[in-house]
């Protein structure tokens, strides 16, 4: 990058953040595409003229609504639901909701931001949305958890259907929550369409949805060093989360060969120096899904593991590391770290779980690492699979789909080799490669439409 470059970059994020006041998250978004961006598009005319990434980074429409609903003991409560529509240049506006406390319109916008590039990178038609509440899950009966999803439908249902948008789950948001979200749509339009995906089998879901973000993850990983001629097989991985994407990662990983030490949620972190194999994972997916209970009671159940209470799982000594929990969960003292200790790869299951110092010590050590949008992707290719089965009402067999997520996989690490790499070296840049092939596609279909 040359210097003028670095002036239109430093005064195109100084707009960002003059437009976007409050807005960190999606700020450091940006930020992160546009450094790759400003390098590549520097001598296409026709993004400038057109003002492409300008457009991308200004969501189509960021609707914010009152959920009300009563608790079990009477009292009214009220939360605040969110659907971001960030761009469906190459098809309906797709991705996830997030129930948590600590949802805010910046932390919407940066998740719409990344899934545009990360859905365009799949090679699916879906554009990028995201939604969600500042509503906290844990705690509350079944019955309070479906009047909150009952109570959001009824507001959203307006801004989604099957060739709009079509949100599927997040954070705090699994298959029981979709059901009552599908439900309630479904009684207010009298309409059976493909409008949420992660659905129940019964009711319209695709085989391996709930798999296929933390198998996506591990197969990315497994892309990257098969093409140093390295494998998975007998390494040491440290896995943050202990939610959908975690604790499926964690599976695939043992599958192929690896030993996960560590697991983690908004508690802290427990670390089993015997490795957390099938049967002790199986035993915290029924913690987490079914006894809804805390990471720490694997140190219990587990004695020689212990629980580190308030702590990241970062200083423990690994070969790979698959941050699968919430954005910014590794800054650039956990980063340095990681490599210190002999990290030779990174796959992020979590969106935006590294910072942005995060990110350039990964680059400048030249380490294997994958981000989030090329390595989660897996999650939003089967969803797209399951938006595909839905209109044509049929239901793919579970070893095709596999298949598929495998190939989707390989489709868009091989896409990152095309735009990652520099003459004179072997290095992969992926997280440049992701953001180029990513944004190509977009600014492509946006350029045929003209300006709209
Ligand atoms: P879950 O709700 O199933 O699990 C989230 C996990 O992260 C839990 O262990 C949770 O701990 C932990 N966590 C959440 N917030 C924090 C925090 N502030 N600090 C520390 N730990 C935290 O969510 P998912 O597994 O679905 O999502 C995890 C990540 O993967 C997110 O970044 C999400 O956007 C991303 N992702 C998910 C996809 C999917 O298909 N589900 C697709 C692509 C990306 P606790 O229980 O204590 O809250």
Known sequence: MNVSDHVGLEQFIAGVKKRNPGQPEFVQAVQEVAEDIFDYIRDKVEYHEYQILRRIAEPDRAVSFRVCWED??????????????????????????????????SVLKFLAFEQTFKNSLTGLPMGGGKGG???NPKGKSDHEVMRFCQSFMTELFRHVGADVDVPAGDIGVGSREIGYMFGQYKRITNQFTGVLTGKGLEYGGSLIRTEAT???????????????????????????????????????????????????????????????????LAWVKDLKETRRGRIEAYAKAFPGSEYHAGRRPWAVPCALALPCATQNELDGAD???????????????????????????????????????????????????????????????????????VETMKGIHDRCVEHGGSAGSEHIDYVRGANIAGFVKVADAMLAYGVV
């Open 72 to 105: 079990d003991k009477g009292n009214i409560r009220v939360q605040r639901g969110w659907r971001v529509q960030n761009n469906n240049a190459i098809g309906p506006y797709k991705g996830g909701i997030r129930f948590h406390p600590s949802v805010t319109e």
């Open 133 to 135: 509440a500042n509503f």
């Open 214 to 280: 933390g198998y996506g993850t591990a197969y990315f990983l497994q892309n990257m060093l098969q093409r140093v001629g390295d494998s998975i097989e007998g390494k040491d991985c440290v896995i943050s989360g202990s939610g959908n994407v975690a604790t499926h990662a964690a599976e695939k990983i043992i599958d192929l060969g690896g030993k996960v030490l560590t697991l983690s949620d908004s508690g802290g972190f427990i670390h089993d120096p015997e490795g957390i194999d099938a049967e002790r």
């Open 335 to 405: 980063a340095r770290r990681l490599v210190a200790n002999g990290c030779i790869g990174i796959a992020e299951g979590a969106n935006m779980p590294t910072d942005l110092e995060g990110v350039h010590a990964f680059k400048e050590a030249g380490i294997l690492y994958a981000p989030g949008k090329a390595a989660n992707a897996g999650g939003v290719a089967i969803s797209g699979l399951e938006m595909s089965q839905n209109s044509a009402r049929i239901s793919w067999k579970e070893a095709e789909l596999q298949q598929l997520l």
